[in-house]
């Protein structure tokens, strides 16, 4: 075998190797992914960053975000959680804002716009200029000269 060879096969062993454990894990795990992405989506005291999810499950968010997309129910589970949390962010902004409540301490609307701009594609804040008929900006430069002063 030469190094090409033994360089190949050693690349498909490794990612035999990550797809079994991909697999042991996600069998290991999912029972308490699901609890954890349900809890996320009804209490505002749990939290999915790395440290929580490490603490929590005792794998890496990026690869509890791994399990997720190639599990079709954790898929749905997770989307249907980051709807329910976008609604009661707005409901609680909304309170706020109107007066109704005093859950909007200092900073925490800030927190709030932060989370509806990471998950809420109606929140997402974008401008973009174009031409005529879409196509690119003209610009025109005028001096000072040319418009007669």
Known sequence: MDEGEKKEYA???NAAVKEV???WVTEAKHDEIRALIEEWSLNEGVVLTGAAVRDRLGISRAFMFQ????CPDLKALYKRAVIAKIECVKVDLL???AGET???EKGRAYQTEFFLRGYD???I???ESTGKDGGPVQVEFITASAAGE
């Open 121 to 123: 594609p109606e929140y």
């Open 102 to 104: 005093e859950t909007m």
């Open 67 to 70: 399990i997720v997309e190639t």
């Open 11 to 13: 690349a498909r062993l």
């Open 95 to 97: 309170m706020s804002a």
């Open 21 to 23: 454990r991909l697999q």
């Open 125 to 127: 804040r974008r401008v």
